[in-house]
């Protein structure tokens, strides 16, 4: 990398709270759902790769509703000059964010050489946040490991962030996990290589002008709290996905935002216009509510709820009976 953008001067953090980007989970109608849990979460798309957001159906892929906002676009991709492109195209369909996934150890992944092999060309990952961050004005972020196999060290994980941040970027979201690329499954390398909470805060030490968010293994608002006196924000993924509902105390707990707890029915009840929309465009009913079967998670009549939609809205010409007749088994349980 031979040229440096000015770091722009850092904003209040706007990722006090975090939805991870997750492959086949995170998409519009689970990132609308979740909206209604919670007003202030910033919420993440699943990955995009370049070539997607470059040569396919851009509509069906980047659109979003307006209530989902703030909401950040994750792109896939090692080539600056595809991803400054893709960046222009995330600003114009209206994302809050474009972020770089620099963590995802899948093959298929380290084929299209991005994801987490990344963290080994540190130059190159800057060469594309200099792109990126001159071809759009939204914010440029990257979500990044700890490392990956044996470059493992305290030493190249600051080499990397270092930089990186040389090319412009100020936010890094951090799993604090390194990556195996070699012999662990994605599932794997969730679980198996343990967390290093100590090296992310030293990055938050010895960067402390830097935005670093933390993600991997926080379960609640309370693990929350603790971090978020270390770090900028932190990053909730398969937690929330399986029980939606700890979220609804995150406005007042992590915002200090006092509005009114929705109930899970009222939840419910907000979605169904969504629903009832997407449904007379051609959406299956199956493709919204596998996403909301956590929503009754630990409470009376929840595995009733999930086994009713499991059961009935993969059901062809099914509409939104499925999930009032579910709601009713949960009030008589």
């Avoid at 935005?211 to 770090?231: A, K, P, R, S």
């Avoid at 929330?240 to 109930?263: K, Q, W």
């Amino acid at each position: 990398m031979t040229e440096k953008l000015q770091a722009p001067i850092l904003w209040p953090s706007s990722h006090r709270l975090c939805l991870a980007p997750m492959l086949e989970w995170t998409d519009r109608h689970f990132r609308y759902f979740l909206r209604l849990v919670s007003k202030r979460i910033f919420l993440y798309s699943e990955m995009v790769t370049t070539g997607a957001v470059l040569q396919g159906d851009r509509s069906r892929l980047l659109a979003f509703d307006a209530a989902e906002h703030p909401v950040a676009l994750q792109l896939g991709g090692s080539d600056p000059a595809d991803l400054a492109e893709s960046s222009r195209i995330a600003e114009s369909f209206g994302y809050d964010e474009v972020n770089l996934n620099v963590g995802c150890p899948s093959d298929r992944v380290q084929s299209g050489r991005f994801g987490a092999c990344l963290m080994a060309e540190p130059e190159l990952v800057a060469d594309c946040m200099l792109a990126m961050r001159k071809a759009v004005n939204i914010p440029v972020t990257v979500k990044t490991r700890i490392g990956i196999d044996n470059r493992d060290s305290y030493r190249e994980l600051a080499h990397f962030v270092r930089t990186v941040a040389d090319g412009g970027c100020t936010t890094f979201i951090i799993h604090a996990r390194k990556a195996c690329l070699k012999g662990l499954s994605p599932k794997e390398n969730r679980e198996v290589p343990p967390l290093r909470y100590d090296m992310a805060r030293q990055l938050k030490e010895d960067f402390p002008h830097l935005e670093i968010v933390l993600n991997g293994g926080i379960m609640n608002l309370q693990e929350c709290l603790e971090h978020l006196q270390t770090f900028d924000g932190v990053m909730l993924g398969r937690s929330i996905y399986h029980n939606p509902y700890l979220l609804t105390e995150a406005d007042r707990v992590l915002f200090g935002d006092n509005h009114p707890v929705p109930t899970r029915e009222a939840i419910l009840q907000a979605l169904l216009p969504y629903v009832e929309r997407e449904l007379a465009q051609g959406t299956r009913l199956q493709s919204i509510c596998r996403h909301i079967l956590g929503l009754f998670h630990g409470a009376p009549g929840g595995r009733l709820w999930r086994r009713h939609l499991s059961e009935n809205a993969v059901k062809p010409g099914v509409g939104v009976e499925v999930l009032r007749a579910a709601l009713e088994l949960t009030r008589y349980n």
